[in-house]
């Protein structure tokens, strides 16, 4: 099993910029891959940014557009989104997520939440 905890989020205002932080613990080796999902109030959560340890490949959701940035370490054990010129529309619940294969992704942290207000 692996466990997700995230951290980072908070208010900020448009045109700020926030650092998510997600610590995995267990079986981190198992991790294929890791990333960031986002539920914004009344919407279905949607699929921000990923990183492919395999592959060592990175991919984002078209919004991003630039402006997030995706990192991890080698261990596996800790991943991060770079926020800048946070925009309302970014405002939600922000997830972290791992798979062991491609496909669904089956380890969920319990989310921060992200305003973008101001």
């Known amino acids: 099993q692996v466990q997700l905890v995230e951290s980072g989020g908070g208010l900020v205002q448009p045109g700020g910029s926030l650092r998510l932080s997600c610590t995995a613990s267990g079986r981190t080796f198992s991790l294929d891959a890791m990333g960031w999902f986002r539920q914004a109030p009344g919407k279905e959560r949607e699929f921000v940014a990923r990183?492919?340890?395999?592959?060592?490949?990175?991919f984002y959701a078209d919004f991003v557009q630039g402006r997030f940035t995706i990192s991890g370490d080698n261990a596996k054990n800790r991943v991060y989104l770079e926020m800048n010129s946070l925009k309302p529309e970014d405002t939600g619940v922000y997830y972290c997520a791992g798979r062991r294969v491609p496909g669904s992704y089956e380890y969920w942290g319990q989310g921060t939440q992200v305003t973008v207000s101001s």
């Open positions: 990183i492919w340890w395999s592959r060592g490949s990175i």
